[in-house]
């Protein structure tokens, strides 16, 4: 079965190592609170991207990031001291906090603007546009893993406004203008997208 997440981030590791292995990336991420009772093999979200842990050392976690991960993702971004946000996979009957999140990283966005009024701020993202067709105002989105709704969409940008808590408990506190982010679009809008496609008449051949 494939692996789940809400988007509500557990815990903020932090970059131990980062190693080159082939044509991918090996990366030691130090989080006591997860490393506690996960095993080899288990499945976490590391910046909203699904990977599988494949080592285990008190308080650390090694991942590996395959070549089509690292082009997918902001990983090759990350440094010793990067701060990641982390959750674990859900497991049957747990509830459901956020919205579905698959995982599976749709595109990278880049931080444009920032407003910061008090303990709250709004961020404004650029992403590919064929990653903004799957947004709407009101809807879904995880940014580096975290579940958001949108709060408007306009082309290729989209604004989201955060809370004291998301802002203290996540990646997206520390965010400045020019970052790049992970970022995965709402399930349903994809099976939205797919089942309009698919209705459009096909090319006659002449």
Request: charged fraction near 25%; proline fraction near 2%.
């Amino acid at each position: 079965m494939t692996a789940m997440f809400t988007g509500l981030v557990e815990d903020l590791g932090s970059i131990q190592a980062v190693k080159s292995v082939g044509p991918g990336l090996r990366m030691v991420v130090k989080t006591a609170a997860l490393a506690k009772d996960a095993a080899i093999g288990d499945s976490i979200a590391v910046n909203g991207c699904c990977l599988t842990i494949v080592k285990k050392e008190k308080g650390l976690l090694t991942f590996d990031a395959g070549e089509e991960t690292l082009n997918r993702t902001n990983f090759a971004r990350l440094e010793i001291g990067s701060r990641v946000n982390l959750e674990r996979s859900l497991q049957m009957g747990d509830r459901l906090g956020g919205h579905y999140v698959t995982g599976h990283i749709d595109a990278t966005g880049t931080l444009i603007k920032r407003r910061d009024d008090g303990e709250w701020s709004s961020l404004t993202f650029r992403v590919p546009m064929r990653t903004a067709r799957q947004m709407a105002s009101k809807g879904s989105v995880a940014v580096d893993g975290v579940s958001l709704t949108l709060v408007s969409v306009d082309g290729d940008r989209f604004s989201v406004a955060l809370i004291p808590h998301t802002l203290k408990k996540t990646t997206l506190g520390e965010m400045q203008v020019g970052d790049v982010v992970n970022i995965e679009t709402d399930l349903l809008a994809k099976y939205v997208e797919r089942q309009l496609e698919s209705r459009k008449p096909e090319s006659v051949l002449l």
